[in-house]
């Protein structure tokens, strides 16, 4: 990693708050530039609103949660105890999906019929 990219992370780590409000930001306008993206998209091919809601809820969720994830890791709090906390929560999630198999699958489904379908 570049000596510059480290020392603007150590300098942002003493300063919590700007980084959080700078992943909010980041958070945001990503957000903003997935949902028109789907939506353009989802305009093209004719695609109904509310699966073009649902594509569009699915990415945000993952959106957040790789953002948090980075937050955390580069906040500090320790790499460790975040991959045990992260595992254990993937646990619980899969024991759930495996539970709920048609969940998963229909998820997928929609996932593919809005991408491929044309």
């Given at each position: 990693?570049?000596?510059?990219?480290?020392?603007?992370?150590?300098?942002?780590?003493?300063?919590?708050?700007?980084?959080?409000?700078?992943?909010?930001?980041?958070?945001?306008?990503?957000?903003?530039?997935?949902?028109?993206?789907?939506?353009?998209?989802?305009?093209?091919?004719s695609v109904s609103s509310t699966r073009t809601a649902f594509i569009i809820r699915c990415f945000n969720i993952c959106c957040f949660v790789l953002l948090f994830a980075t937050y955390i890791i580069v906040s500090?709090?320790?790499?460790?105890?975040?991959?045990?906390?992260?595992?254990?929560?993937i646990t619980v999630f899969g024991a759930a999906f495996i539970a709920q198999w048609s969940i998963l699958s229909n998820i997928t489904a929609s996932f593919l019929i809005f991408f491929v379908f044309p």
């Open positions: 990693m570049p000596i510059y990219l480290t020392q603007l992370i150590e300098t942002l780590r003493e300063y919590d708050i700007i980084l959080a409000l700078l992943f909010v930001l980041f958070y945001w306008l990503f957000k903003r530039f997935i949902s028109a993206t789907i939506t353009n998209l989802a305009k093209m091919k500090g709090i320790g790499y460790g105890n975040f991959t045990i906390f992260i595992s254990s929560l």
